[in-house]
């Protein structure tokens, strides 16, 4: 087995989050753009349990702590939803279970195998 290893460019754990979720999201997901990685970052960071009540508060945090519009967010979350990486259920968000532990979880192990 060869290891890969992808250094973080600063002692920001912040760029360490950014470079999971592209890296999770180009493989899982289809990629997503760099505002969606961000916003995929914020939920993870306030999401508890995998889960999310987007409350009116939570999007205005979200919103206010990435410097975006309102609109800018929903349009990021509507596309998110789109790739499959969470699910909307009125206003509850659902990760996908590949997103459970990221923020602790440093190695991945990813096998490739034949079709059969």
């Known amino acids: 087995m060869k290891k890969i290893i992808i250094k973080n460019s ?39 349990n995998g889960m999310l009540n987007l409350t009116i508060d939570a999007s205005k945090s979200i919103t206010k702590a990435l410097n975006l519009p309102p609109n800018t967010l929903n349009v990021s979350l509507s ?12 206003r509850v968000l659902v990760f996908q279970p590949v997103w459970k532990g990221i923020m602790e979880e440093n190695e991945y192990l990813i096998s490739f195998k034949r079709y059969e």
């Open 79 to 90: 596309r998110i939803v789109s790739k499959g990486a969470i699910k909307k259920n009125e």
């Open 10 to 48: 600063q002692n920001a754990d912040d760029d360490l989050l950014f470079k999971k979720v592209k890296f999770i999201s180009d493989v899982f997901f289809g990629g997503f753009s760099p505002v969606e990685i961000q916003v995929m970052c914020q939920l993870v960071r306030i999401g508890e």
